[in-house]
């Protein structure tokens, strides 16, 4: 009886520290994924520092959401960057809100910028400032942003820039 009740007494403390770690390690895990993903906003969008794409992008990402005349990889991203900030060169995005489960990490935010330059090849710079709002999901391998998903409200800023009716 005392082999049985010792034997369940240290599977269970086993199993215990086991999941304890694990826990550990994905509580890690997540949190490095936010930073990541509150680097790619901060650096790389806010403060337009292309550079730091190469250490937390992937060679092979994937932007699911990208403009069909847009190429694949991090130099189609490059593309998009560049006709962002000279549409808008004061862009900021704020994150509103972040979740990070597994390897997905999913953001709120809320974007602003006066728009004086060309947007999308063909709005003509409107000199109006713009609040619209987002949703991404980035999917993190291996420390860096292997994909993106991404929505944004893009009907409330083509009113705002005057490029469609209110």
């Known amino acids: 009886m005392k082999i049985l009740i010792t034997t369940i007494l240290v599977t269970f403390f086993i199993a215990c520290q086991t999941n304890s770690h694990s826990t550990n390690n994905n509580t890690r895990d997540k949190e490095k994924n936010k930073t990541i993903v509150t680097q790619f906003y901060n650096d790389v969008i806010n403060k337009g520092d292309s550079s730091v794409i190469k250490l937390i992008m992937a060679d092979d990402f994937i932007d699911h959401n990208a403009a069909q005349t847009q190429p694949n990889g991090i130099e189609g991203f490059r593309q998009f960057l560049t006709m962002i900030s000279t549409a808008f060169p004061n862009i900021e995005v704020k994150v509103e809100d972040m979740i990070s489960e597994d390897i997905k990490v999913v953001v709120r935010i809320s974007i602003s ?32 942003i292997k994909e993106r998903w991404s929505q944004r409200d893009l009907l409330s800023l083509m009113r705002q820039v005057g490029a469609l009716p209110n």
């Open 113 to 144: 910028g006066t728009q004086t330059g060309l947007l999308m090849g063909k709005i003509p710079a409107s000199g109006k400032h713009a609040v619209w709002n987002g949703i991404d999901i980035f999917k993190i391998e291996n420390g860096k």
